[in-house]
């Protein structure tokens, strides 16, 4: 019972947070002010008031990760509205996310070893550009810290989503298929909420950038791995 009630405490927490954090950004509509951020603020304040551990807020709100696991299914429902328009284009998006897996892990692992970093750190920062559940995932069987790339991606998905539409803008392109998987591909599931502000299209995208990329970066982090080994 009373491990009931401790479980539901933390999500209580974790929900009243992000409906804070959700009312604070559509407020100001500032990135700094990203529901994320300011959820995650208000979960770390709390935590530390009470004296809750990382572990222990982790430990009771596993149900959240496995709905947060599943949540990209909801981006399926936009991609069949836009089935046909994304299966004439399935080449090129395959091909942008691919190379998009690569140029993530290549932009992480050679500054990270010119920079002297240990094999542990190079991992933890591999799955950046991807997803958090899968991220986690990536980083735990390669023998990352789960908990740095936590913070890696969320870092990574905010810088994206608040200088993605500049880029985009200043280097002219339009196009809403490559906005989204612009966005989808470097900032994952907070670049694709900003993709879907631009519209459904750069949504569909987004959406479909977060599942390629992680697939490709599944795939191509072992081989980097194993790569990286002959080196330390």
Known sequence: MKALLLESLFIV?????????????????????HTV???????????????AGMELYEENTKVLKYLLNISVVAFGYLLHKHYEYIKQRGAAIFTATLLGSLAALVSVVFPAMIAGSDMSS????????????????ISAEQGGDIYLTSVMVIVAGIFGA????????ITGIKSPLA?????GSASHGI??????????????????????????????????????????
């Open 179 to 183: 906005k989204g998987i612009a966005l």
């Open 122 to 137: 190079i991992i933890t920062l591999m799955p950046k550009s991807v997803t958090n559940p899968i991220a986690i995932v």
């Open 37 to 51: 951020i300011v959820a995650t603020a208000l979960v770390i304040l709390i935590c530390t008031i009470c004296g």
């Open 191 to 232: 670049g694709t909420a900003k993709a879907l502000e631009m519209g459904a299209l750069e949504g569909v995208a987004g959406g479909l950038a977060i599942a390629l990329m992680g697939l490709f970066t599944s795939l191509l982090v072992p081989l980097f791995v194993k790569l990286l080994n002959t080196f330390y």
């Open 162 to 169: 608040l200088t993605g539409p500049w880029f985009l803008q």
């Open 13 to 33: 927490i974790t929900a009243l947070s992000y409906i804070a954090g959700r009312a604070v950004y559509k407020r100001t509509k500032w990135m700094l002010f």
